[in-house]
């Protein structure tokens, strides 16, 4: 069954990553649909930041904008920037990003995207950086201890980031939301 390109989506599922097609306004969360809605100008001049950030990073063989990582058969999901471990296609990534790049504004819903980020996590992603763009700007840091735990600490603006194995240079915590 396919999913409309409609604004309404009015089937409750469970679908399949293979039923939403290119560009389509959803990810899907355990077959269920998640309206992925337009984001502000503060949000979207952010992110382009974050994209060149880690894409010029020497490493970084690909990285990508809004690119849906399929989890599993019912699982999309498309972080706001990210650094792919294989060649584009014109399908789906099929395997966790090892980076993840959310950018979290006023209005955000709080309990979808520590979802997300539990099921990156749960994937393979070894680390979620979610963007704070708020008054207090900072960087939240996710990963999993050896235990398996969801681990989390903030870097502030005047602080760096590093991901051993992924990244070849820190990167300035300011330099994912100001230019």
Same mark, same amino acid.
């Given at each position: 069954?396919?999913?409309?390109?409609?604004?309404?989506?009015?089937?409750?599922?469970?679908?399949?990553?293979?039923?939403?097609?290119?560009?389509?306004s959803?990810?899907?969360?355990?077959?269920?649909?998640?309206?992925?809605?337009?984001?502000?100008?503060?949000? %979207?001049?952010? !992110?382009?930041?974050?994209? @060149?950030?880690? &894409?010029?990073?020497?490493?970084?063989?690909y990285?990508? =904008?809004? #690119?849906?990582?399929?989890?599993?058969?019912?699982?999309?999901?498309?972080?706001?920037?990210?650094?792919?471990?294989?060649?584009?296609?014109?399908?789906w990534?099929?395997?966790?990003?090892?980076?993840?790049?959310?950018?979290?504004?006023? %209005?955000?819903? !709080?309990?979808?995207?520590? @979802?997300?980020? &539990?099921?990156?996590?749960?994937?393979?992603?070894?680390? =979620?950086? #979610?963007?704070?763009?708020?008054?207090?700007?900072?960087?939240?840091?996710?990963?999993?201890?050896?235990?398996?735990?969801?681990?989390?600490?903030?870097?502030?603006?005047?602080?760096?980031?590093?991901?051993?194995?992924?990244?070849?240079?820190?990167?300035?915590?300011?330099?994912?939301?100001?230019?």
């Amino acid at each position: 069954m396919a999913i409309p390109r409609s604004s309404a989506l009015y089937a409750p599922g469970p679908f399949k990553a293979k039923d939403l097609p290119s560009k389509s306004s959803y990810e899907l969360d355990d077959g269920h649909p998640i309206q992925c809605l337009p984001t502000r100008a503060r949000g %979207g001049t952010a !992110q382009s930041l974050g994209a @060149r950030v880690v &894409g010029t990073d020497p490493m970084v063989k690909y990285s990508g =904008v809004e #690119v849906g990582f399929q989890l599993d058969s019912g699982t999309l999901r498309a972080p706001d920037v990210a650094i792919l471990n294989s060649v584009p296609n014109d399908g789906w990534a099929m395997s966790a990003p090892p980076l993840a790049i959310e950018y979290a504004d006023e %209005g955000q819903d !709080q309990p979808e995207l520590e @979802r997300k980020i &539990g099921q990156l996590l749960e994937a393979g992603t070894l680390a =979620v950086w #979610v963007v704070r763009l708020g008054r207090l700007r900072r960087v939240e840091v996710y990963s999993r201890d050896a235990g398996g735990a969801v681990i989390r600490h903030g870097a502030q603006a005047h602080e760096t980031l590093t991901l051993s194995g992924v990244l070849k240079h820190p990167v300035p915590a300011a330099a994912l939301f100001d230019a």
